[in-house]
């Protein structure tokens, strides 16, 4: 819970409970045509994280979020051409999941290889199961042992 420094005063405006959500997308989406007050807030460099704030009919502010793990300060980088022969439906399956993250293909690849490397997944729970809906578009009956 965060609250405002100084005077009390008789408004709710002063404090929020922030939540942390597995996917703060998908639950604007639940509640955007049931929550008329409901806004997302812009997102700034320094954000670790995606929110949505509410206000209750107290006035107080809830704000639900989610980590976002692309924040942080820019790296200067230099990128080059990679020539990249992909299965056809795991191309096609990439292109989905990479309109579905807002990303370019390369970046969504790009994003994988440095989550992965890490030991960590790039993937919400609302994604995975979202490429588990595209698995199934494409055709994609086997796993990683396949390649």
């Known amino acids: 819970m965060f609250l405002a420094k100084g005077t009390p005063r008789p408004s709710p405006e002063t404090g929020a409970v922030h939540f942390l959500v597995g996917d703060a997308d998908q639950l604007y989406e639940f509640h955007r045509p049931m929550v008329s007050k409901s806004h997302r807030q812009s997102m700034t460099d320094h954000t670790a994280s995606?929110?949505?704030?509410?206000?209750?009919?107290?006035g107080y502010y809830l704000v639900f979020g989610h980590h976002l793990f692309n924040a942080g300060p820019p790296?200067?980088?230099?990128?080059?051409?990679?020539?990249?022969?992909l299965e056809k439906r795991l191309a096609a399956f990439l292109h989905d999941l990479a309109k579905c993250k807002r990303m370019s293909v390369d970046g969504c690849l790009e994003e994988m290889l440095l989550h992965t490397s890490d030991g960590v997944g790039p993937h919400t729970k609302t994604t995975l199961h979202y490429i588990q809906e595209l698995k199934k578009k494409h055709g994609i009956d086997y796993d990683s042992h396949a390649s």
């Open 75 to 85: 790296i200067k980088i230099e990128r080059v051409d990679v020539p990249v022969r």
């Open 50 to 58: 995606a929110t949505i704030t509410v206000r209750d009919l107290y």
